[in-house]
């Protein structure tokens, strides 16, 4: 069974940086595209980024390019998402998530996804 487990989130000033970490275990992680998305309250799931299943790809929602780093480490299996330069509306739950198929590309499309992680809190205030 699939697991994915978010670490890394917490509440950091405007201008701050923090590192989103996401394991998973139960998968031929290698195989697999990643993404991360994020959800604020009152708003629904949107992109944040995704990198292909060997990392030689990504793709960045408009909001975060410039500022936000898609990463993975196939041998620990862990993708990785460092923010930088967060801003107030940044504040949201980033989930992880893992595709249905292996060998695809990094997709922003949700329903791409089958695997998502339980979340973790990321809030940007003075």
């Known amino acids: 069974q699939v697991q994915l487990v978010e670490s890394g989130g917490g509440l950091v000033q405007p201008g701050g940086s923090l590192r989103l970490s996401c394991v998973a275990s139960?998968?031929?992680?290698?195989?697999?595209?990643m993404g991360w998305f994020r959800q604020a309250p009152g708003k629904e799931r949107e992109f944040v980024a995704a990198i292909n299943w060997r990392g030689s790809s990504t793709d960045y929602a408009d909001s975060v390019k410039g500022r936000f780093t898609i990463s993975r480490d196939n041998a620990k299996n862990t993708v990785y998402l460092q923010m930088n330069s967060l801003k107030p509306e940044d504040t949201a739950v980033y989930y992880c998530?893992?595709?249905?198929?292996?060998?695809?590309?990094?997709?922003?499309?949700?329903?791409?996804?089958?695997?998502w992680g339980q979340g973790t809190q990321v809030t940007v205030s003075s």
């Open positions: 139960g998968t031929i992680f290698a195989m697999n595209a």
């Open positions: 998530g893992q595709t249905r198929s292996p060998w695809t590309i990094a997709t922003r499309i949700a329903h791409a996804y089958a695997y």
